[in-house]
């Protein structure tokens, strides 16, 4: 189901319109109910680095995207693109470009403490999700805005408004029982060159989407528990 609302144009300069804002208040007993399903599920989740070649519902990637673009950003800016590439060609493109750029950082350029910070997870320069998974999704930053005239206006906090954005993203994704990667090849100009992304856009991660293969394994990793991470004063 889309969710039709007015078509957002740049507010730059724009004076301040408040709005209400009324959601219905979750009672306690449903409240720690929902946290305490989210948190399950969301500790099932796991980063997949083989999947299957079936195709998954295209809506239901559509819709985590448009999850991800509900992220918090900096002047609500919005410095996002989210490409969707499912032509096997262009993910093969891709793939070339992103291993030859891999196999230099694996044979030195990454330095021998990221290579062992590495190695528990099994990774090599070797990246079979970027064609196997049925999709993949190009998240790229919008370093400025830019105007079909040329006009710019600079964009802020890009990074930390694009990693929420992405963070919800994979959230999404896995709450509709999809699995995903998230992959940082560097450097990625070619992600730019290869999908004709305009200037003021920069690569920020390649997410390959799909189902985890049947042969699928994960790394034998374990997760900081909550005492570890949350600190209340």
């Known amino acids: 189901m889309s969710v039709t609302k007015n078509k957002w144009t740049p507010t730059h300069g724009d004076p301040y319109r408040p709005v209400p804002y009324t959601p219905a208040r979750m009672d306690a007993a449903a409240s720690l109910a929902r946290a305490a399903e989210l948190r399950a599920r969301m500790d099932e989740r796991r980063t997949v680095r083989q999947f299957s070649t079936d ?11 448009a999850c991800g673009a509900t992220a918090p950003s900096g002047a609500h800016q919005q410095p996002w693109t989210f490409v969707l590439v ?7 493109r891709i793939r070339e470009a992103a291993e030859a750029e891999e196999q230099v950082s694996y044979e030195g350029r990454l330095g021998e403490e990221w290579l062992e910070a590495l190695r528990p997870l099994g990774t090599d320069d070797v990246k079979p999700h ?6 993949l999704i190009v998240v790229f930053q919008q370093r400025y805005w830019l105007a079909e005239d040329g006009t710019k206006r600079k964009h802020y906090y890009v990074d930390e408004s694009v990693g929420i954005a992405v963070g919800m993203l994979l959230s999404a994704l896995h709450l509709s029982g999809l699995a995903a990667l ?7 100009r070619f992600l730019a060159e290869v999908l004709g992304r305009p200037v ?3 690569a920020f991660a390649v997410i390959p989407v799909g189902y985890p293969a049947d042969d699928c394994v994960v790394p034998d990793l374990v997760r900081k528990s909550l005492d ?3 600190v209340e004063v």
Request: aromatic share 0%; proline share 16%; net charge negative.
């Open 55 to 65: 195709p998954v519902p295209e809506q239901v990637v559509r819709d985590a995207i």
């Open 86 to 92: 499912k032509d096997p060609d262009v993910r093969r």
């Open 130 to 135: 970027l064609t196997d998974a049925p999709a």
């Open 182 to 188: 998230v992959h940082t090849p560097s450097p990625m």
């Open 200 to 202: 003021n856009e920069k």
């Open 228 to 230: 570890q991470v949350l």
